[in-house]
């Protein structure tokens, strides 16, 4: 809690490293610049601007009808921006067809040419630019080595596993060495177990090639896991970009609150605004809400406030510390015991109904709150994020 | 609501529409592949023109030349009608002659007008037929087990694969008299006592019915097995299960989901038999008025054919209205009835 | 099987009527009489004079010509036609094109017969060509009208084609033209075989719009049968059908048996795929 409060002034040498969208001396790898694509009257992707920096795993995360495959159509050339250009390492990519750009992609169905052996199948880019025999050869046999798929090299695609597959379509789009790689739910056709295992595969593998990989998703763990950034969208356009713990610990709006994660989220109206803090009133959640944010909002504004299930506190007894803020009191409506953590829905006196999870730290059978009790609920001034849309 | 979530369904084709089955998508929104990537193609122009500018000269400009034929008149020469455009190199002038005789012709006499009748009756009753036959075949193989639907349905198709011809020919032996059908009808009916004197079926419109329903019965029988097998069975379960008898479950449940197979069957064996020449004039014989028999007639062996023109047009006409209805049906199954 | 009576009886029941009347035919081409009513003994005349009936056997030649050249014809021009319709998108003139792909599906072949004709008279008149009717003229015919069912055979397969795979193609560098030689026409190519036969088939079965468009030299089998079959019966004619019927069978039986193999490998290798696990 506290190292994530720290912000940037205090990133080490080597973390800025690893994050040149922090560095304004860096430059773009990829630059979405103010794009739009309409389908006739429908807006699939609306006034989209992005920067992709060399190297790194971009997460495009969004639910279904959020632009994010549209959008990552139109960086493999095969949708025209309405609006709008793509500049891939400086080259203005209008008007260049998908055969000509360095960019491959990973499709969702994997696309593998069912009529080519797997040999052929990661070939086949490489012989669509000429390359000697011998060279083209060599390539697919190393590229083929890293995918652990070597012994396969003479299968057709239906004689592999959808893991296995999986991995060729992913050589096969690695090969040309791409200055950009496009995965479309790179995993979504693998079962849960297999997925898990293959998200730090495909982490492993990027970092081996260095290639900058753009990835859709809409999967948030999944996100989550692999990412260096995540752009979180929203009905075409984009409601965040950040790394993971951005996203989830400073989400900008509710829908993005919402949207990773669940999180209750508390209406009312700012008290205080000082430079260190807010201090909110809200009826909604029985008490004063202290954040311990910059306060950026006039007094009298309506807001909200998001606090994690997993940062509150649950307890039949009221916190030492507590001076009316941050604490309410609530019955106890339902309980989900899910092994490492029990979820609680707690109805406050408001109505509004709450729910946290905690950590089951004690091995027992009688759990210490049940339903019906009457428990009170707090959490840390640095818990909360004050939301104003 | 539900136009913005279409639309985004299909926006978002690439990541929903593989999942759900991509045919639909592409049914809404054809550009993919090599679809939308045309612009950067000059062989696109090729694939588009060839094809396109075959059908409008093969197909579309003959109706055209059918209309100007229909609005001529006959005459002894080669060809046998009179000119519509007419240049005179003298007076530097184009007459153009247009005349209705043919098309008032053909309400002058009866003849066509019973035929057209006759035409869309017999072809009605006959889709009837298929359908009555064809329903019980079709549902019978979408139910039958998995492994046993492939080669009942080969054998269904097979008898498309011989001689159309041949399979009309059969049936004047069958249907003759001292043919295997007529023989045994006959037997029936009179050892019944309901006729004195035997049938004559052959040369009559029954056997044009039973020779239609006979050679369109496949195309009935496909696009019907093609709706009824995609059905859920999980809906008559969950019918049963609510307390719903087979029966009503049939006509509640799989009779209006199968509709659209219904209307794409009853088309492909309604219009061409409207127009069918082969069958009633080898079965029917000279009391089977059918405009298709009409028209040959007035082609073949009267030689107008100014009237065989109008006879064409108004059959046109007559059948606009389905073909219409047929290519609707077309574009939403994307073709799978057919072959 | 089903296991209602009432669907097992009408599955039965619309099978005897598809299968009975050719086994009739089939049964009395072995008569020898001239009668298929009544059998009087076995035989095979009716073979003999068939294979010494130089009409008829030179009909059947023209015939298999005109659909082989058709079917080749119409295979290229559907195929077109199916792309156009299931990877185009929208262009111009798209409403029309699809109503001219499908009319012919269901149109009248008497109509077809008769437009075709006049327009080759008017060509004729026009620019001289084609003079008089001919073999060239059932071929034009029969294209047009056969490739309509290539069209919709060869389409309803491309829509159900992952286009994704084309996209990848194109995606690893391959251009337009490539893309359709190496990636898609193989993958569609048993449709297209399909679409070929059905064309081939479809053109030696043409009885009407060939009457039309043919011309004195250039008769087809089917106006033979058709003039022959007009007069009353002829066992020569249940001959034919049972030839006719034996090689779709032969034909049927091979295409059973290399489906057999192909399922019987795919299963080998999807238990291979499973069996070699994640």
Request: glycine share 8%.
């Amino acid at each position: 809690m506290a190292l994530v409060q720290q912000q940037p002034q205090s990133r080490t040498q080597a973390q800025q490293k690893l994050e040149p969208w922090r560095d304004p001396k860096q430059k773009p790898y990829v630059r979405v610049d103010k794009v739009t694509k309409k389908f006739d009257d429908f807006v699939a992707v609306d006034d989209v601007s992005l920067s992709i920096y060399r190297g790194e795993f971009f997460s495009l995360l969004g639910g279904s009808g959020s632009g994010k495959t549209t959008l990552l159509r139109m960086l493999a050339g095969f949708e025209t921006p309405t609006e709008g250009k793509i500049f891939i390492d400086g080259v203005d990519m209008s008007g260049v067809p998908p055969y000509r750009r360095p960019v491959n992609m990973m499709f969702q169905s994997y696309a593998l040419f069912p009529h080519m052996t797997v040999e052929g199948n990661v070939a086949f880019g490489l012989k669509q630019d000429g390359l000697p025999k011998a060279e083209i050869a060599d390539r697919v046999r190393e590229m083929l080595d890293l995918v652990q798929l070597g012994q396969f090299s003479k299968r057709k695609p239906h004689q592999l596993s959808g893991g296995q597959r999986q991995r060729v379509a992913l050589a096969r789009a690695l090969v040309k060495r791409p200055k950009l790689l496009l995965l479309d739910e790179p995993l979504g056709a693998l079962d849960k177990k297999l997925r898990e295992q293959t998200q730090f595969e495909l982490v492993n593998i990027q970092e081996k090639v260095g290639i900058t990989f753009v990835v859709v998703t809409h999967d948030q763990e999944e996100a989550m896991t692999m990412s260096s950034r995540i752009a979180v969208m929203n009905k075409g356009y984009i409601a965040q970009v950040g790394t993971p713990t951005e996203i989830y610990e400073y989400p900008n709006t509710r829908f993005v609150a919402e949207f990773i994660g669940s999180v209750n989220m508390f209406a009312g109206r700012v008290v205080e605004s000082e430079p260190d803090h807010s201090l909110i009133r809200s009826e909604e959640a029985g008490c004063d809400l202290y954040v311990a944010h910059p306060g950026h909002l006039a007094p009298g504004s309506p807001c909200w406030v998001a606090v994690r299930p997993e940062k509150i506190v649950i307890s039949k007894d009221p916190a030492a510390d507590a001076v009316g803020r941050n604490q309410t009191q609530g019955t106890v409506r339902e309980i989900a015991y899910l092994g490492d953590v029990s979820i609680y829905d707690v109805d406050l006196d408001s109505g509004k109904r709450v729910r946290v999870t905690a950590p089951n730290l004690t091995r027992r059978t009688e759990m210490p709150i049940t339903w019906e009790d009457r428990v009170y609920l707090s959490w840390r001034p640095f818990a909360g994020s004050v939301l104003t849309e | 609501m539900g136009l913005v979530e279409k639309a985004a369904d299909i926006a978002e084709h690439g990541t929903d529409g593989a999942r759900t089955g991509a045919a639909p998508v592409a049914a809404s929104r054809p550009p993919a592949g090599l679809g939308f990537l045309g612009r950067f193609r000059p062989g696109r122009g090729l694939v588009l023109a060839v094809p396109y500018f075959w059908l409008l000269f093969f197909f579309l400009v003959p109706f055209v030349i059918v209309l100007k034929i229909a609005l001529s008149e006959t005459t002894i020469a080669i060809p046998p009608y009179t000119p519509m455009f007419e240049w005179d190199p003298d007076t530097l002038q184009l007459s153009i002659d247009i005349k209705f005789g043919s098309f008032s012709y053909l309400f002058t006499d009866n003849l066509y007008i019973l035929a057209y009748l006759n035409s869309l009756w017999i072809a009605f009753i006959s889709t009837i037929l298929c359908l009555l036959i064809g329903y019980p075949v079709a549902y019978a193989i979408a139910k039958a087990e998995p492994s046993w639907r492939a080669p009942l349905l080969m054998l269904v198709i097979l008898p498309f694969w011989t001689s159309f011809l041949i399979r009309v020919y059969a049936w004047i032996g069958l249907l003759g008299n001292g043919g295997l059908v007529t023989e045994t009808v006959n037997t029936v009916l009179m050892g019944l006592g309901l006729i004195a004197e035997p049938l004559q079926i052959l040369y009559t419109p029954t056997a044009a019915y039973i020779g239609i329903t006979y050679s369109y019965l496949p195309f009935m029988i496909l696009p019907l097995y093609a709706t009824l097998e995609k059905m859920d069975n999980t809906l008559l379960e969950a019918a049963s299960d609510l307390g719903c008898p087979p029966w009503r479950a049939f006509l509640t449940i799989t009779l209006p989901l199968s509709l659209p197979g219904i209307l794409a069957g009853s088309l492909l064996v309604f219009i061409p038999a409207t127009g069918e020449f082969v069958i009633p004039e080898l079965l029917g014989g000279p009391d089977t008025l059918m405009i298709g028999k009409v028209l040959w007639a007035e082609f073949f062996n009267n030689r107008d054919w100014p009237v065989a023109s109008a006879v064409a047009i108004a059959l046109l006409l007559f059948l606009v209205v389905p073909i219409m209805l047929f290519q609707q049906v077309q574009g939403q199954q994307q073709g799978g009835g057919k072959g | 099987m089903p296991r209602s009576w009432f669907l097992r009886f009408g599955l039965l029941f619309g099978l005897v009527f598809l299968y009975g009347p050719i086994a009739m035919l089939i049964f009395f081409s072995f008569n020898d009489i001239r009668s298929v009513t009544v059998w009087s003994g076995f035989s095979l005349r009716w073979y003999g004079e068939l294979f010494n009936n130089q009409q008829l056997l030179s009909a059947a030649w023209l015939s298999l010509r005109v659909a082989f050249i058709s079917a080749c014809g119409a295979v290229v021009l559907g195929t077109m036609a199916g792309l156009l319709m299931a990877r185009f998108g929208p262009f111009r003139g798209r409403a029309l094109f699809a109503g001219m792909i499908s009319a012919p599906l269901v149109m009248p072949e008497v109509i077809l017969g008769l437009s075709l004709l006049l327009l080759f008279v008017s060509l004729e008149q026009l620019i001289g060509w084609p003079q008089g009717r001919s073999m060239t003229t059932i071929i034009l015919a029969h294209i047009t009208f056969t490739m309509a069912f290539v069209a919709v055979v060869v389409q309803s397969r491309l829509v159900s084609l992952d286009a994704s795979l084309e996209e990848a193609a194109m995606d690893l560098g391959a251009r337009p033209a490539k893309v359709f030689f190496v990636i898609t026409l193989p993958i569609i190519a048993p449709a297209i075989v399909s679409g070929w036969l059905l064309a081939f088939t479809l053109s030696l079965d043409d009885l009407v719009i060939a009457s039309f468009v043919s011309g004195p030299g250039s008769t087809t089998l089917p106006m033979i049968v058709f003039s022959s079959v007009r007069l009353g019966v002829s066992p020569q004619i249940n001959a034919l059908a049972t030839i006719v019927v034996l090689i779709v069978a032969i034909g049927i039986l091979i295409a059973g048996i290399l489906n057999h193999r192909a399922e019987k490998t795919r299963a080998r290798d999807e238990q291979m795929a499973q069996q070699n696990g994640g």
